[in-house]
T-cell receptor
Framework: GAVVSQHPSRVICKSGTSVKIECRSLDFQATTMFWYRQFPKQSLMLMATSNEGSKATYEQGVEKDKFLINHASLTLSTLTVTSAHPEDSSFYIC???????????FGPGTRLTVT | AQKITQTQPGMFVQEKEAVTLDCTYDTSDPSYGLFWYKQPSSGEMIFLIY??????QNATEGRYSLNFQKARKSANLVISASQLGDSAMYFC?????????????FGPGTRLSVLP
């Protein structure tokens, strides 16, 4: 149990376009999901906390108008990278907790390449 | 604010030997959880082991054990009998205990290479 999926696993888009990444909790309900970004050879950095039914909370330095987060249901959160630039190329990982447990479950990640 | 430090950017270990990956942390939270994750080249984050700040005993999970020294604020991961499949990035992370679903703060990671 406690499986988190992400789609797509890899995406290549042209500079200036937008791309949407989905994060789903497959067998549990997640009131809170987290979005991380990982640049090559670096650690995971939290971008935002996604709360079901309310606005996301963004970390300092993360542009909320560029990285749109929608947590429409208890099992789905989406991250949309708008007007993508090559510097947005990164590995994006989501995670979700069960709420009654300390543990978080990570999605497999999405590798975004902006050309 | 919480901070995790992993001072070993890279480590090498001979197959079947034990290896210790260092992790120190800084927090003002009275209760917290400490975690270790493994990230192979595929990118997925694999949960290895957890230690609660009030746990009296060091956590163990199979070949993984956590050497928790609260006074020193260290939570080193010990991998016994290393296997070639253990080669990966290892991240130490922490989270406040009293906030369910609270985000993690990750350390910079240690790349472990197991030599045949």
């Amino acid at each position: 149990g406690a499986v988190v999926s992400q789609h797509p696993s890899r995406v290549i888009c042209k500079s200036g376009t937008s791309v949407k990444i989905e994060c789903r909790s497959l067998d549990f309900q997640a009131t809170t999901m987290f979005w991380y970004r990982q640049f090559p050879k670096q650690s995971l950095m939290l971008m935002a906390t996604s709360n079901e039914g309310s606005k996301a909370t963004y970390e300092q330095g993360v542009e909320k108008d560029k990285f749109l987060i929608n947590h429409a249901s208890l099992t789905l959160s989406t991250l949309t990278v708008t007007s993508a630039h090559p510097e947005d190329s990164s590995f994006y990982i989501c995670s979700a907790g069960l709420g009654s447990s300390y543990e978080q479950y990570f999605g497999p990640g999405t590798r975004l390449t902006v050309t | 604010a919480q901070k995790i430090t992993q001072t070993q950017p890279g480590m090498f270990v001979q197959e079947k030997e034990a290896v210790t990956l260092d992790c120190t942390y800084d927090t003002s939270d009275p209760s917290y959880g400490l975690f270790w994750y493994k990230q192979p080249s595929s990118g997925e984050m694999i949960f290895l082991i957890y230690q609660g700040s009030y746990d009296q005993q060091n956590a163990t999970e199979g070949r993984y054990s956590l050497n928790f020294q609260k006074a020193r604020k260290s939570a080193n991961l010990v991998i016994s009998a290393s296997q070639l499949g253990d080669s990966a990035m290892y991240f130490c992370a922490m989270s406040p205990w009293d906030n369910y679903g609270q985000n993690f703060v990750f350390g910079p990671g240690t790349r472990l290479s197991v030599l045949p």
